[in-house]
């Protein structure tokens, strides 16, 4: 076969070769153009395209991608494709993410592993270069994975966040910032990865429970003037981290703590009146046991709050320092001993201590690699915080006889906090950082959400987008890290502040070099001094790269800033960087704004908040209009999907197994807005397809023995963890069965397709068919009258021809291109998966295509059957191609051998011809004419009906050959619907019916079952005397019986919950007593039944 045409027979192969087609139909639209938008596009009546912008949430190059990433690009791609098809200038613009800390961990753990090189041992630049290499190495399989399962992005504007376009928005945003005012750098507490060496932000934090301990300390109380005799002689510690307490500055006790106790017991009394009697009883033992605590602990609480306030100092053990009790709310009476150490440089709480009692100070007892520096005693310096500097500090202070291992160690589960990037434990650091300024910022991208000018999807993580908003915590930018963007800032110690002239001697030194830039168009200068004046620190920002300027600022003393700065700061520009801001290009005018942002919850916070913020800041207006927040895949443990734990599925090989048209169908289906997604995984054998589920003790291993045949395979950490034996196996794919149904889906349309084919070889140009007999044909009461000369629009017929069966699916086509539309606008995929699943499999396939086999041998019938079948097979193609774009493609080429004109009009009207790729050819519109609610219901009616019949023809192994009787008993108007179908159950299941309506009654020797009808429930009754299992009817309708019995009980149950009913909305508990009455009327008619049968 050519790229551009399939087989000149007009047949398609039995089946559908999903490889052929991925690889033929994606060069093909790469080749034409298909992707590419440009500003200023027009269409073909020469009116300018309204404009659809979608901005890929950059992947980041640390690895391949998997299956979460599928779902989301996935999604992207369904949007982007109807929009192109609904003629909108539709950009989708790619790019890949330098990931800074999560780049250049996986790159210096590489060389660990595979040269035993540290980056210190490279040189800046040196790993600098190798991390390009591996971002050249995943950039290219990333982009490889998004083409094979068919995303259409603009490949010629592909970016990247470290490349030279965003690099220059980086600057511009940093140096505008620096002039405004909005960025700072200041000693701060924060997040410290030992195993980076960086910072990280409090987004990038987990917490994960790990078994510790509670240790309590004993502190000597020094007996100087303010201490009084009789007075404590110890004050009592307990800490999770003894080690910090070589920190220490003070030891808090509540100012008030008999208040303190009164608020607490008030609380646990407000409880106890909101509680349940199950709950009461713990509430209870609670409040006795605060009052035993008050009473024994209240007289030395309030002694130390005393001796507090008197100035009483307390020995540090271990240090040779003193430092002194005092009163601060911090501390908890009701809580441990009371009192607690305060080391604002290791601990958050303790920090916002300290900057309450600024006179404290801080101590950093920390290198930034984890081991103890040159604050703390000689002898435990170079100890590792966590390990062996807890250990010594234990001993000593249990030799000191301040710490009895027997009594004053508690078991304690903890919630450690971890670095989300090298998983390692998270030390509290207090260090020189850069900070953004987030309260007007953050309040403007807070005002955009609340004022309706960003909408999310679903409205639910609106609040979280709100909440973390309204915290307005400074942003932390810096990270000590070598692969970013550098901080362009130089900087340069100045000495103890001495005025205005010691400014201006700075600045004249700057004079020669910075020139007449007065207002600071390009360079920004400033000195800023600590709290005391003792020290400041210049600081010179540059807006563009000159070698010439550094060079000269350099020799005046000035070094740049190590730091790169956060990759989120770069990301936060990406909807208006890739757009070649701040230049103002034609592709900014003509796609920013862009319209939506497709991504998942866990970066709403990292990346949606900012890139609002900084939307606003730079441009003055919001990034996008819409964002929808999509499900998460997780593994088959309830875990999300990720590279680290070694649980993501590579999409490709699920690609190789079900095809591209299969996953992206499959998570379409599945990506509900109410919950994520569970995904049981596979390994499988490639040397005997043998399926080994995947487990939390298998799924990071490099190499696996097959259980059938034994041989070994490697997995995907092969490539990067196995020895060259390993890489030298077989790779086993990871798949998942939850792909089959797409796959059998596109096996159906395949079928369909085939049969459609065959029949439309020899379309005829004209006529009227007949309709078979007992069948109505349209006598043209419901034709259309549209005029719109565009097929897409379903445009209007003489109204001659149609038959029944042929207006049903012009009446289901229309309401469901309506709802499916409806439904992609909407954001709910899964929706308009199963709308087009249910269309395409039910109605389509099982119903008209079975209906009008007959037709096709018929010369007088058949043209009329070929119109219907070509149009609505153009249509529903158009409408499966956003999510099935290469079947959609290859049944589209062939379709347009055997018929070009696919309208509904008389032959050789205009505005029917097809476009010559589905991929741009126009959305269907809704011909709303044709909808007939009627026809629908009584299809629907005849769908149950049949359903019915085959199941208990089936139930009774009643063979396909075998004619059937059955009578219907239902209301007069659905009888009347009904009988006119009489001709297709004969046809569809080889039944005729004896009667129908209120009075119908079953047979002497009846199977019989009840079904849902649009009008209240109809009753099928199959004749069975001559095909009678008695024993097996009757176990089918005691199990059915039992089966509705157990609902009704539940049901009842549920109704006769006083808090149920108050609390669900009225129409769903009317609806639940309706199915209650509903149930009960089918296990009356089930029991007369099984009566029936003796």
């Not at 000693?187 to 309590?216: I, M």
């Not at 807070?446 to 973390?468: F, H």
């Not at 199990?1039 to 808090?1059: C, D, P, R, T, Y």
Request: include cysteine.
């Amino acid at each position: 076969m050519s790229d551009d045409s399939l087989s000149a027979a007009g047949e398609l192969p039995s089946q559908y070769d999903h490889e052929g087609a991925q690889r033929r139909w994606y060069k093909v639209w790469e080749q034409r153009g298909y992707f590419h938008a440009e500003p200023g596009a027009k269409d073909a009546a020469g009116k300018l395209k309204p404009p659809y912008t979608i901005v890929i949430p950059p992947p980041n190059v640390t690895g391949a991608l998997h299956l979460g990433h599928a779902l989301n690009n996935t999604l992207q791609d369904i949007l982007i494709r109807m929009k192109r098809m609904q003629g909108f200038n539709a950009l989708w613009m790619p790019g890949t993410d330098h990931a800074g800390i999560a780049t250049q961990a996986v790159v210096e753990r590489r060389l660990l592993e595979e040269q035993k090189l540290s980056r210190h041992d490279l040189g800046r630049e040196g790993l600098i270069e190798k991390i390009w290499e591996w971002k050249a190495q995943y950039e290219k399989r990333i982009i490889g994975q998004l083409k094979q399962i068919g995303c259409s992005c603009d490949w010629e504007r592909l970016r990247f966040t470290l490349d030279e376009t965003c690099a220059r928005a980086v600057r511009e945003t940093f140096f505008n910032l620096f002039k405004d005012g909005k960025i700072y750098r200041g000693k701060r507490l924060v997040n410290w990865d030992t195993y980076l060496q960086t910072a990280v932000s409090d987004d990038e934090v987990f917490k994960e429970p790990v078994k510790g301990h509670f240790w309590h300390f004993k502190y000597p109380v020094v007996k100087d003037a303010k201490w009084t005799k009789g007075e404590p002689e110890f004050v009592t510690i307990a800490t999770t981290r003894p080690e910090t307490m070589l920190g220490d500055t003070a030891v808090a006790v509540h100012p008030d703590p008999a208040a303190a106790f009164d608020k607490v017991q008030a609380e646990l009394r407000e409880k106890m009146l909101a509680a349940t009697d199950k709950e009461r009883g713990p509430l209870n033992e609670q409040a006795d046991l605060l009052l035993e605590r008050r009473a024994k602990m209240l007289p030395l609480l309030e002694t130390l709050r005393d001796m507090a306030k008197r100035g009483v100092m307390l020995e540090l053990p271990l240090t040779g320092r003193q430092i002194p009790l005092i009163a601060d709310e911090w501390a908890k009476p009701e809580l441990g001993s009371g009192c607690v150490k305060i080391t604002p440089a290791h601990d958050e709480n303790d920090y916002a201590v300290g900057q309450r009692h600024p006179e404290l100070g801080a101590i950093n007892i920390m290198n930034p690699d984890g081991t103890l520096n040159d604050g703390v005693p000689e002898k435990y310096r170079g100890l590792k915080m966590h390990t062996t500097a807890r250990a010594a500090v234990i001993a000593d202070l249990e030799a000191l006889g301040l710490f009895d291992p027997e009594k004053d160690r508690e078991d304690r589960e903890i919630e450690l906090p971890h670095s989300d990037r090298s998983k390692t434990p998270i030390e509290p650091y207090l260090a020189d950082q850069w900070f953004v300024k987030m309260d007007t910022l953050a309040q403007s991208a807070m005002d955009a959400v609340s004022d309706g000018r960003v909408k999310i999807t679903p409205e639910r993580y609106g609040k979280t987008y709100l909440d973390w908003l309204g915290e307005k915590r400074d942003w932390p930018v810096g990270r000590q890290l070598w692969w970013g963007h550098r901080v362009p800032v130089w900087t340069k110690p100045v000495g103890p502040y001495q005025g205005s002239s010691g400014t201006d001697r700075e600045t004249a030194q700057l004079g020669s070099l910075i020139g007449t830039d007065t207002s600071q168009t390009n360079v920004v200068f400033l000195i800023a001094y600590g709290p005391k004046l003792t020290d400041g620190t210049a600081f010179v920002c540059l807006r563009e790269p000159d070698p010439n300027l550094e060079s000269q600022l350099e020799k005046l003393g000035y070094t740049q800033e190590p730091e790169v700065l956060d990759t989120w700061f770069s990301s936060a520009l990406w909807p208006h960087s890739t757009l070649g801001w701040p230049d103002e290009t034609s592709e900014l005018k003509a796609f920013y704004p862009t319209t939506a942002l497709v991504t998942s919850r866990d970066i709403i916070t990292l990346w949606v908040a900012r890139m609002v913020l900084a939307g606003l800041y730079n441009m003055g207006e919001v990034p996008f209009s819409s964002v929808y927040i999509h499900p998460k895949i997780l593994d088959g443990y309830g875990e999300t999907m990720s590279k680290s734990k070694g649980n993501g599925v590579d999409p490709l090989d699920v690609v190789e197994k079900f095809g591209a048209d299969a996953l992206r169908f499959g998570l379409a289906y599945l990506a509900t807005e109410t919950q994520d997604v569970r995904m049981p995984v596979e390994f499988e054998c490639p040397h005997c397809q043998t399926l080994i589920q995947q487990t939390k003790k298998n799924r990071t291993l490099v190499r696996i023995e097959c259980d059938k045949c034994g041989k070994p395979f490697r997995t995907q950490w092969a490539e990067s963890h196995g020895t060259p034996e390993d890489q030298a196996l077989p790779r086993g794919a990871v798949v998942s069965d939850r792909f089959e149904l797409g796959r059998r889906f596109c096996n159906k349309l395949w079928n369909a397709s085939r049969f459609s084919l065959m029949n439309l070889q020899k379309a005829a140009t004209g006529g009227r068919g007949a309709a078979p007999d007992g069948a109505t044909a349209d006598n043209g009461s419901n034709a259309g009258t549209n005029a719109n000369s565009n097929a897409n629009a379903g445009t209007a017929t003489t109204g001659r021809g149609f038959m029944l069966e042929d207006r049903w699916l012009l009446s289901r086509l229309a309401t469901v291109t309506g709802e499916v539309t409806e439904a992609i606008e909407a954001y709910q995929f899964a929706d308009a998966a199963r709308l087009l699943y249910a269309f395409s499999w039910n109605d389509f396939c099982d119903y008209y295509v079975e209906m009008t086999k007959a037709r096709f041998g018929v010369p007088e019938q058949r043209e009329t059957a070929q119109r219907v079948l070509a149009h609505v097979l153009d249509t529903l193609l158009r409408l499966l191609h956003p999510m099935i774009p290469f079947l959609t493609e290859e049944v589209w080429q062939l379709l347009g051998q055997v018929v070009e004109d696919r309208g509904l009009e008389a032959p050789g009207s205009l505005g029917s011809k097809a476009a010559v790729s589905v991929c741009i050819a126009d959305w269907p519109v809704a011909d709303k004419s044709r909808i007939d609610a009627t026809i629908e219901t009584q299809f629907a009616d005849f769908q149950a009906v049949l359903g019915a019949v085959r199941e208990l023809r089936m139930g009774q192994n009643i063979a396909p050959r075998e004619a059937v009787e059955f009578s219907v008993r239902c209301d007069e108007a659905t009888a009347k619907l009904l009988e006119p179908m009489a001709p297709y159950f004969l046809q569809m299941a080889k039944a005729t019916a004896l009667a129908w309506g209120p009075k119908a009654t079953a047979p002497e020797t009846a199977a019989s079952s009840q079904v849902n009808g649009a009008r209240g429930p109809i009753e099928v009754h199959l004749d069975v005397s001559r095909f009678i299992d008695v024993d097996a009817e009757k176990k089918r309708l005691a199990k059915q019986i039992e089966q509705w019995q157990g609902f009704v009980k539940s049901m009842e149950a549920k109704l006769n919950n006083e808090s149920f009913v108050s609390r669900a909305p009225a129409e769903v508990v009317q609806q639940q007593r309706e199915k209650l009455v509903e149930t009960k009327g089918l296990i009356e008619s089930a029991q007369a039944a099984l009566k029936k049968l003796g």
